[in-house]
């Protein structure tokens, strides 16, 4: 059973950077698939990106790529979302979700575990 624990949500001005963390413990399997997923007022969530623990395999959304990065620290058991040129469409509650590395990386269906959320705000 995964425990996922997210933080570095907050507000910053469009164009700017911001780093997600998504602290990972509890029993975990030698593969396991992170991703994270956002949910604005109105919104159905949205998965963003995706990363294979500990291979670092990476998925991303299409409104993403090129402007966010997904990366993981085994060490630290930390999986990170560097978030660049950030736009104020971006704002949204930011979630990480844990499940196996098989099925679909959008579907928030397929993930069994899920951290409580971090906000991020793009706004001047």
């Known amino acids: 059973q995964l425990q996922l624990v997210e933080s570095g949500g907050g507000l910053v001005q469009p164009g700017g950077s911001l780093r997600i963390s998504c602290a990972v413990s509890?029993?975990?399997?030698?593969?396991?698939?992170i991703g994270w997923f956002r949910q604005s007022p109105g919104k159905e969530r949205e998965g963003v990106s995706s990363?294979?623990?500990?291979?670092?395999?990476?998925n991303y959304a299409d409104s993403v790529k090129g402007r966010f990065t997904i990366s993981t620290d085994s060490a630290k058991n930390t999986v990170y979302l560097q978030m660049d040129s950030l736009k104020p469409e971006d704002t949204a509650v930011y979630y990480c979700?844990?499940?196996?590395?098989?099925?679909?990386?959008?579907?928030?269906?397929?993930?069994?575990?899920w951290g409580r959320g971090t906000q991020v705000t793009v706004s001047s």
């Open positions: 509890g029993l975990r399997p030698d593969y396991y698939m």
């Open positions: 979700a844990g499940k196996g590395v098989l099925g679909n990386w959008r579907d928030p269906r397929a993930y069994r575990y």
């Open positions: 990363i294979v623990s500990p291979y670092g395999s990476a």
